[in-house]
């Protein structure tokens, strides 16, 4: 494969998606408890990154800047996990999709024994405000982890650099939220 760089990823400026659900006569925006999202890059060698999560606001829109997706790739490296390259020397595929809430429940059990990276301060401001906003979450009223048929998931090519990156991402219907 080629290393120029339309096969190198590139991070936007901005990244906005749209949430949207089945209403019961068709798909309309999303309103509802927040929503997080992942965006999963392909790593050329070692790891792939998983960022996020990145929560909706009330407008059911996920807004994220390119500052909140650099400090959510210092937050891998600050966790030591995994081996990682360069994220910028990865491919340009990218991933979007929600959180399961197997996935919530997870973190959260992880995380109640305390451990927060200082670069993971710029995505949630602290550990208990992370804990309560995944505890809060509509994520956990999402199908399971592997039922890939009923939440949405955007995959596209991050080629070139550009300001801003839109996208609409469809979920399955979350009842009570």
């Not at 990865?90 to 305390?114: C, K, Q, T, Y």
Request: aromatic residues 8%; proline residues 5%.
């Amino acid at each position: 494969m080629s290393e120029n760089s339309a096969t190198r990823l590139h991070l936007p400026e901005h990244l906005v998606v749209r949430l949207t659900t089945w209403d019961g006569r068709g798909m309309s925006p999303y309103r509802g408890r927040p929503v997080g999202i992942l965006v999963r890059t392909y790593a050329r060698e070692r790891n792939d990154y998983v960022l996020g999560p990145f929560f909706s606001g009330a407008d059911g829109q996920v807004t994220v800047s390119r500052s909140q997706l650099e400090s959510s790739v210092r937050a891998s490296l600050d966790w030591g996990l995994m081996d990682y390259a360069a994220i910028e020397g990865g491919f340009s595929l990218v991933e979007i999709r929600p959180m399961w809430g197997v996935e919530v429940d997870r973190i959260i059990a992880h995380r109640r024994d305390g451990g927060f990276s200082e670069h993971e301060a710029a995505l949630w401001g602290s550990l208990k405000a992370y804990l309560e906003l995944l505890s809060t979450c509509a994520n956990r009223k999402l199908p399971e982890l592997g039922d890939e048929t009923s939440a949405g998931r955007i995959r596209d090519l991050w080629d070139a650099p550009v300001d801003e990156r839109r996208y609409e991402l469809a979920l399955a219907p979350i009842a009570a939220t």
